[in-house]
């Protein structure tokens, strides 16, 4: 069975703890305090009472009273509590709480007479009841605002490492998505000195050694594929002399498909250099299209929707689309349809579809995806295509036709959605500007 997650942030755990434990602290100082002015106040009434007894049984004993019981005190009083009638009998003066459900007690006091008679004294502790609640009442309100305030403060300093915390997973984010110039610690900023700091540096050290290492695995890949250009022309030459035959044929498309590989590769490294620049020009984007995919894939059908002018480099564009016919052509299925709409470029196959792990990952080099699409290419294509499509500030998207769990797929559809402001030739952005007989 699955766990429901509750997600919460720092601010509100914080504040909760924060809270809890003001209010636990407050509730038992409020005991401890009720408990011991209760206290105190039955003891100064216990001694408050034995003083008025002995007055009165001083009086009561003086033979000019004639032995009248005052302030109240009776002789043998029936609902004198059975445990003063004892204390009496072993001749001691005491006293005796006796609580209601009302929460007035009694308060009691006896004294034994020289005759064997009681001698004793009842008041009611009404006057302190109500003491006590006035003091229960400031007791809460105390301890209301100790929460409220500590609910408060926890807000705060929850709110401001939970604003530190998403600063710092923002930057991560950017990170990972290739932003090598941002750093963690920057972008947290502030003047507090705290654990995130910590985080943010040990993320930083993280970050500057992975892109050493992707950097030394690029400019070691770069320098292979450059080193290897040389004995393949060679190879290739080579070839070119060899007798007429079948396996000469073999041979000069071996060499062929190996210097391909080596100008994908480092294309590819170039790509991942991020040094790459877009050389722009205005173009009609369905005229475009419908012109090299006639030249490149014949088969191919092409539909413009809706013609549109941009501004993109039209070499980039263009192998953009020759990966991405070539790419329906070796793995896919026939007919090959185009359409532009706009500024969205669509190519979709009838094959088998991409891949579960193409349509969660993305592309990925040296991987030609299941065994229904395999057998032909090096997985380069779609991964230079994502590359171009960068550079030229546009983002490329795959599918399937069919949905999720369909036992039969409608072929793969990959999107290119050129972007409205194109980036420049320096790597920036500008707004785009047409003139007025292309609108």
Same mark, same amino acid.
């Given at each position: 069975?699955?766990?429901?997650?509750?997600?919460?942030?720092?601010?509100?755990?914080?504040?909760?703890?924060?809270?809890?434990?003001?209010?636990?602290?407050?509730?038992?100082?409020?005991?401890?305090?009720?408990?011991?002015?209760?206290?105190?106040?039955?003891?100064?009434?216990?001694?408050?009472?034995?003083?008025?007894?002995?007055?009165?049984?001083?009086?009561?004993?003086?033979?000019?009273?004639?032995?009248?019981?005052?302030?109240?005190?009776?002789?043998?009083?029936?609902?004198?509590?059975?445990?003063?009638?004892?204390?009496?009998?072993?001749?001691?003066?005491?006293?005796?709480?006796?609580?209601?459900?009302?929460?007035?007690?009694?308060?009691?006091?006896?004294?034994?007479?020289?005759?064997?008679?009681?001698?004793?004294?009842?008041?009611?502790?009404?006057?302190?009841?109500?003491?006590?609640?006035?003091?229960?009442?400031?007791?809460?309100?105390?301890?209301?605002?100790?929460?409220?305030?500590?609910?408060?403060?926890?807000?705060?300093?929850?709110?401001?490492?939970?604003?530190?915390?998403?600063?710092?997973?923002?930057?991560?984010?950017?990170?990972?998505?290739?932003?090598?110039? !941002? /750093?963690? =610690? @920057?972008?947290?900023?502030?003047?507090?000195?705290?654990?995130?700091? +910590?985080? $943010? *540096?040990?993320?930083? %050290?993280?970050?500057?050694?992975?892109?050493?290492?992707?950097?030394?695995?690029?400019?070691?890949?770069?320098?292979?594929?450059?080193?290897?250009?040389?004995?393949?022309?060679?190879?290739?030459?080579?070839?070119?002399?060899?007798?007429?035959?079948?396996?000469?044929?073999? !041979? /000069?498309? =071996? @060499?062929?498909?190996?210097?391909?590989?080596?100008?994908?590769?480092? +294309?590819? $490294? *170039?790509?991942?250099? %991020?040094?790459?620049?877009?050389?722009?020009?205005?173009?009609?984007?369905?005229?475009?299209?419908?012109?090299?995919?006639?030249?490149?894939?014949?088969?191919?059908?092409?539909?413009?929707?809706?013609?549109?002018?941009?501004?993109?480099?039209?070499?980039?564009?263009?192998?953009?689309?020759?990966?991405?016919?070539?790419?329906?052509?070796?793995?896919?299925?026939?007919?090959?349809?185009?359409?532009?709409?706009?500024?969205?470029?669509?190519?979709?196959?009838?094959?088998?579809?991409?891949?579960?792990?193409?349509?969660?990952?993305?592309?990925?080099?040296?991987?030609?995806?299941?065994?229904?699409?395999?057998?032909?290419?090096?997985?380069?294509?779609?991964?230079?295509?994502?590359?171009?499509?960068?550079?030229?500030?546009?983002?490329?998207?795959?599918?399937?036709?069919?949905?999720?769990?369909?036992?039969?797929?409608?072929?793969?559809?990959?999107?290119?959605?050129?972007?409205?402001?194109?980036?420049?030739?320096?790597?920036?952005?500008?707004?785009?500007?047409?003139?007025?007989?292309?609108?």
């Amino acid at each position: 069975m699955k766990h429901l997650a509750l997600r919460t942030g720092v601010r509100w755990k914080i504040s909760i703890a924060i809270a809890a434990v003001g209010a636990l602290i407050a509730v038992a100082l409020s005991l401890v305090v009720h408990n011991a002015a209760r206290v105190s106040m039955l003891d100064n009434a216990r001694d408050t009472q034995v003083v008025r007894l002995q007055f009165a049984l001083r009086l009561f004993e003086s033979k000019q009273q004639q032995q009248q019981p005052q302030f109240g005190s009776k002789v043998n009083d029936p609902s004198l509590p059975r445990e003063l009638r004892r204390r009496a009998a072993e001749n001691r003066i005491s006293t005796l709480i006796v609580e209601h459900a009302n929460g007035i007690p009694d308060v009691w006091a006896a004294a034994p007479l020289a005759d064997g008679d009681v001698l004793s004294l009842h008041s009611r502790y009404g006057s302190s009841a109500s003491v006590l609640q006035d003091l229960d009442r400031a007791l809460i309100i105390g301890s209301v605002s100790v929460v409220l305030g500590g609910s408060a403060l926890g807000v705060l300093i929850g709110g401001q490492l939970s604003r530190r915390l998403r600063k710092a997973a923002a930057a991560a984010t950017k990170v990972a998505q290739g932003g090598t110039d !941002v /750093r963690v =610690r @920057a972008a947290i900023g502030g003047f507090v000195r705290d654990e995130t700091d +910590e985080l $943010a *540096r040990a993320v930083d %050290a993280m970050t500057d050694t992975l892109q050493e290492r992707v950097e030394a695995e690029r400019r070691v890949t770069a320098d292979i594929a450059h080193e290897l250009r040389t004995p393949v022309t060679g190879l290739l030459t080579a070839a070119e002399l060899l007798p007429p035959g079948r396996p000469t044929e073999l !041979v /000069r498309n =071996r @060499a062929q498909a190996l210097r391909t590989l080596v100008e994908d590769v480092l +294309e590819v $490294a *170039r790509l991942d250099s %991020a040094s790459e620049r877009a050389e722009l020009q205005e173009i009609a984007l369905g005229e475009f299209v419908s012109r090299r995919v006639t030249i490149m894939a014949p088969d191919a059908t092409v539909r413009v929707v809706h013609e549109s002018w941009v501004n993109t480099d039209p070499r980039r564009l263009e192998r953009i689309l020759g990966n991405l016919l070539g790419n329906a052509a070796k793995h896919g299925g026939t007919p090959v349809e185009v359409t532009v709409e706009g500024r969205v470029v669509r190519v979709r196959d009838h094959g088998p579809g991409f891949p579960d792990t193409l349509l969660r990952e993305g592309p990925s080099r040296f991987r030609t995806g299941s065994s229904d699409r395999a057998g032909v290419g090096h997985g380069l294509g779609l991964t230079i295509a994502a590359g171009q499509a960068k550079v030229l500030g546009a983002r490329l998207t795959f599918r399937n036709a069919a949905p999720e769990g369909a036992k039969e797929t409608g072929g793969a559809i990959a999107v290119l959605w050129l972007p409205e402001h194109a980036p420049t030739n320096t790597g920036s952005y500008r707004t785009l500007t047409r003139p007025a007989s292309h609108s």
